[in-house]
């Protein structure tokens, strides 16, 4: 398959591949299967001789987010927090896809008591069953996985929430509809924001009385995505799992032997306002040492002058940015579903033209019959996937040729185990899988160990510009080296320490 002549390439011969794609892909397979045995085995010790991963604890930091750019307008502040019995706490944000009410009592009746040995295995072996509203289609309603409430007065408080709206995987700027589960005390959250990123509606859960049912822990051959809550929680017990063996998780998902240490990162720009604002922002970019950059084109319109179609004013945004940083700087667009058929047919053919590395999210996720059309004609790779929320949905479309390369937001499938579980659903199929990277350090890290744990990942997608992606509570941020590649990290779990005084700083309350 084409990947346009400046895509970066390996040079790989039949035994290497056979010994690094195909062995990378069999390790990453055992640590989803089995993820307390490959962390045991990384450190070579027994699985017994872990400490107590018995989940005692469960909290949320509530910080304020005053003067902070938020790269997804839905980021709600809420640092979730994951404490075993041996005092190892796993962390991760929530609100940065969905504004996932209700996480705090659903993780009480869920996780509290639980070990995490068993557990974790559980979390990964979920198939993530299409659901009844279609591909990538909203969805909310009683009886749902997402975040059942337990105790008193919980049932009542997760009806309240779920009256906020319901987003519609649609192209950005879409309308939202109210969920019509509000009444039924279904939480149906939707991922939006970040220039337009809408997303797919989650089912919620019912009230206090269906918590202990609604929210056990799913056996193979059930459960939906997009699942925000148990997404989370994955990712807080690989963070605990990665800080009991003293190992960054990438490590323990490459079976020991990571082939990655840094990757590659391209600049990954804003909506920006004009057209005009695009050269700039590049030659930005290039003069800081990024070796790619991402066009997300805004409204595609001049800085003065009558209104033109957005698309047109795309593809001289197209032109422009080529011609200022030359024939061998590697370039993409991501008009994040903006295109009808035509429109996307006409920026594909000059994106193939001047050589574009790849055209992602073209059209909606849900018209499948265009994106195999254009799939078909174009010979510049589709990157699809961010708008998937399912293993079943990413199988079909790989089997029916809608996509050339699987992209996917870790959130959306089951976090870090279902991200795995995807990469190398790609892997298997010949395909390169290209996670998105586009939030706060957290959400940033995690995307990062899925990239260097997967064997068909070379690129790290960083917004732009990158101390958008800062939190204060985390002294670590995401830069690149002088070569233009971003270091895997090397504390354990998932590697970037929290500053705890700068937490306390900005922490507004603490929920239990």
């Known amino acids: 398959m084409y990947r346009g002549k400046n895509q970066v390439k390996q040079n790989i011969s039949r035994r290497n591949f056979l010994g690094s794609s195909a062995g990378f892909a069999a390790a990453g397979l055992a640590a989803v299967a089995d993820p307390i045995g490959a962390a045991a085995q990384t450190v070579g010790v027994k699985p017994g001789d872990l400490p107590?991963?018995?989940?005692?604890?469960?909290?949320?930091?509530?910080?304020?987010?005053?003067?902070?750019?938020?790269?997804?307008?839905?980021?709600?502040?809420?640092?979730?927090?994951?404490?075993?019995?041996?005092?190892?706490?796993?962390?991760?944000?929530?609100?940065?896809?969905?504004?996932?009410?209700?996480?705090?009592?659903?993780?009480?009746?869920?996780?509290?008591?639980?070990?995490?040995?068993?557990?974790?295995?559980?979390?990964?072996?979920?198939?993530?069953?299409?659901?009844?509203?279609?591909?990538?289609?909203?969805?909310?309603?009683?009886?749902g996985r997402g975040a059942a409430a337990a105790g008193a007065g919980a049932g009542a408080a997760a009806a309240a929430a779920a009256a906020r709206p319901a987003a519609a995987a649609a192209a950005p700027g879409a309308a939202r509809a109210a969920a019509p589960?509000?009444?039924?005390?279904?939480?149906?959250?939707?991922?939006?924001?970040?220039?337009?990123?809408?997303?797919?509606?989650?089912?919620?859960?019912?009230?206090?009385?269906?918590?202990?049912?609604?929210?056990?822990?799913?056996?193979?051959?059930?459960?939906?995505?997009?699942?925000?809550?148990?997404?989370?929680?994955?990712?807080?017990?690989?963070?605990?799992?990665?800080?009991?063996?003293?190992?960054?998780?990438?490590?323990i998902l490459s079976g020991g032997t990571p082939t990655k240490t840094r990757l590659m990162a391209y600049a990954s720009s804003q909506h920006l306002p004009t057209i005009e604002d695009y050269v700039p922002d590049v030659l930005k970019a290039k003069a800081q040492g990024f070796r790619g950059y991402k066009i997300h084109p805004g409204g595609g319109q001049h800085a003065t002058g009558p209104a033109i179609p957005s698309y047109i004013g795309h593809m001289e945004e197209i032109r422009t940015v080529r011609a200022a940083v030359g024939e061998e700087f590697v370039l993409m667009h991501d008009p994040v579903q903006q295109y009808n058929r035509y429109e996307a047919m006409a920026v594909g053919r000059l994106l193939e033209e001047l050589n574009y590395a790849w055209f992602e999210d073209p059209i909606r996720s849900v018209d499948q019959e265009g994106l195999i059309e254009l799939q078909r004609e174009l010979s510049v790779p589709l990157h699809v996937g961010e708008f998937l929320f399912s293993i079943a949905d990413f199988a079909d479309y790989i089997k029916k040729d809608a996509l050339g390369v699987v992209?996917?937001?870790?959130?959306?499938?089951?976090?870090?185990?279902?991200?795995?579980?995807?990469?190398?659903?790609?892997?298997?199929?010949?395909?390169?899988?290209?996670?998105?990277?586009?939030?706060?350090?957290?959400?940033?890290?995690?995307?990062?160990?899925?990239?260097?744990?997967?064997?068909?990942?070379?690129?790290?997608?960083?917004?732009?510009?990158?101390?958008?992606?800062?939190?204060?509570?985390?002294?670590?941020?995401?830069?690149?080296?002088?070569?233009?590649?971003?270091?895997?990290?090397?504390?354990?779990?998932?590697?970037?320490?929290i500053d705890r005084a700068a937490l306390d700083k900005i922490t507004t309350r603490i929920d239990r």
């Open 407 to 497: 992209r996917l937001i870790a959130d959306n499938v089951g976090g870090i185990s279902g991200s795995m579980r995807v990469g190398l659903l790609a892997d298997a199929h010949g395909l390169e899988c290209t996670p998105h990277n586009w939030g706060n350090v957290p959400d940033m890290a995690l995307h990062f160990h899925v990239e260097l744990a997967l064997p068909n990942s070379w690129w790290f997608e960083m917004p732009f510009p990158a101390e958008y992606a800062d939190r204060p509570y985390f002294k670590y941020q995401f830069r690149i080296d002088k070569d233009g590649y971003v270091p895997a990290p090397t504390d354990p779990g998932l590697g970037y320490p």
């Open 52 to 143: 107590d991963l018995t989940i005692k604890e469960v909290k949320i930091y509530v910080t304020d987010l005053t003067g902070i750019h938020k790269l997804n307008t839905t980021e709600t502040g809420e640092l979730i927090s994951v404490v075993t019995n041996s005092g190892i706490e796993g962390n991760y944000t929530i609100g940065d896809r969905s504004t996932t009410p209700g996480w705090l009592n659903w993780a009480k009746s869920t996780l509290v008591g639980k070990n995490i040995m068993d557990i974790l295995p559980t979390y990964t072996s979920t198939t993530g069953m299409k659901g009844g509203g279609g591909f990538g289609g909203g969805r909310g309603g009683g009886g």
């Open 181 to 251: 589960a509000a009444a039924a005390g279904a939480a149906g959250g939707g991922r939006g924001g970040g220039g337009g990123r809408g997303g797919g509606g989650m089912g919620g859960g019912g009230g206090a009385a269906a918590g202990a049912q609604e929210t056990a822990l799913l056996a193979r051959g059930g459960g939906t995505w997009p699942n925000y809550y148990t997404a989370a929680a994955d990712v807080c017990m690989w963070d605990i799992l990665g800080k009991a063996v003293n190992q960054p998780i990438y490590k």
